[in-house]
């Protein structure tokens, strides 16, 4: 007969059935309140309080694994320099906040990552990600279609935001979600040619969502994996033309129905000027904040003005005529907040986690196809050219880190 204390045990050393119901559960959660703004701190805060007590109970051993160790370097290399540019911090409480909060997401994402160095728990995940981003593809779709999507949210004329409403995080999240998706439709082709058209369905709805990061990250994504995969399958040339003319045939239909994105990608051209007014055009006024941002970084280059202190500085300074809370590039985000310490950390662990996945990948052939879904969506989360939010913004670390921490469980090797 089990026990509590028995039950007790199972929780904290991750082997047990009760562990792994009760982890899968909290972070299928997670992914399914991320159309509700903050709601998804509360699945995440207990994942934190219990990746502490792992912490505290099995350092050794978590360390001892290696992408648990990457995943811990990404997130000092991100935390440590928030600490350090506190010393020149504008907005002190505000960046103490932060840096204080920042490994909190990293730590909800520990149970997952012990948890799979026992069993295989990221393959389910992987389709929970594939439905509820072809559930939100499909309510978007009918948003679009009729005017109001499945809870009575109507369409605002420019962007589909589905079950997101009011925010426009629709086509973000899901672009941040599809690596997970094109490996779960690579996974699930075996047994259904169907699943070929999830991902087709998903970039349809980016378009409509009328985000352009979203659309230049689906497009950098679909064209790395597409490259990835003739290298890897050696598919017939028939095989390759088929799969390009439906994704076209998608891009094309989702163009020709919605003019608001047409038109929101037409200015895109002007960046080719390569002029401040060009880029304001092409990029809602990203070109004048960068501008601010980069004056900012040669005059306070070592720690940076501290987690949201870009704002308040480029006002006093005169580089900016209204208010932009953050700087829509997440390197030179970086480099404001915490100076020239904080980009080489960032960059380092970047980069090596990048190279880690790359070397996975080279030493196990096999294993090239987790690889690549791992790689695609780090890279998604946390390149230095994302346009988006801003890094250090709560809601992004708590989806980017948990699908980082979804996408590790995938190369993790168990023994069996």
Known sequence: ??????????????????????????????????????????PGGILAIWGIVLVYRHFRAMWSEVWIRWALLLMLALTAPQFLALFDAVNFERA??????????????????????????????LYVILGLAVLWSLDGLLEFTTGS???????????????????????IVLAHMLPLVLEASRRLMATTRLAALAPVLVSTLILLSGT???????????????????????????????????????VTAALWASPETRARLAVVPQLAELSVEGVDAATSRRGTIWVAGWQIATEESLLG??????????????????GFSHIHLYGLDVLVSTGIVGLTAYLAAFIGILGAIWRRGRTDP????????????????????????????????????LLIGISLTLLIRRPD
Not at 16 to 41: D, E, M
Not at 159 to 169: S, Y
Not at 305 to 322: M, N, S, T
């Open 149 to 171: 999507n499945i809870l009575g949210y109507p369409y605002n004329g420019r962007r589909v935001d589905g079950l997101f409403h009011p925010n426009t995080r629709l086509g």
């Open 212 to 250: 352009r990061a979203a659309i230049l990250i689906a497009c950098i994504t679909l064209i790395l994996y597409g490259i990835f995969l003739v290298w890897f399958y050696r598919p017939r040339p028939r095989t390759i033309a088929g799969l390009s003319v439906v994704f076209m045939v998608g």
């Open 305 to 322: 003005v501290g987690v949201r202190g870009f704002e308040p500085v480029a006002k006093e300074r005169g580089y900016i005529d209204r």
């Open 96 to 125: 103490f906040r932060t840096a204080a909060t920042s490994p909190l997401y990293l730590l909800a994402m520990l149970p997952l990552l012990w948890l799979s160095r026992f069993k295989d728990v990221g393959t389910p995940v």
């Open 1 to 42: 007969m089990t026990t509590i204390s028995d039950r007790a045990a199972d929780l904290l050393t991750g082997r047990g059935n009760a562990t792994t119901q009760l982890t899968l559960g909290l972070v299928i959660l997670s992914l399914l309140v991320l159309p509700f703004s903050n709601t998804v701190f509360v």
């Open 366 to 401: 096999a294993a090239w196809p987790a690889c690549m879904a791992a790689a695609m969506t780090v890279f998604v989360a946390l390149n230095p050219i994302n346009a988006h939010w801003t890094i250090y913004s709560s809601y992004k670390l708590s989806l980017v880190w």
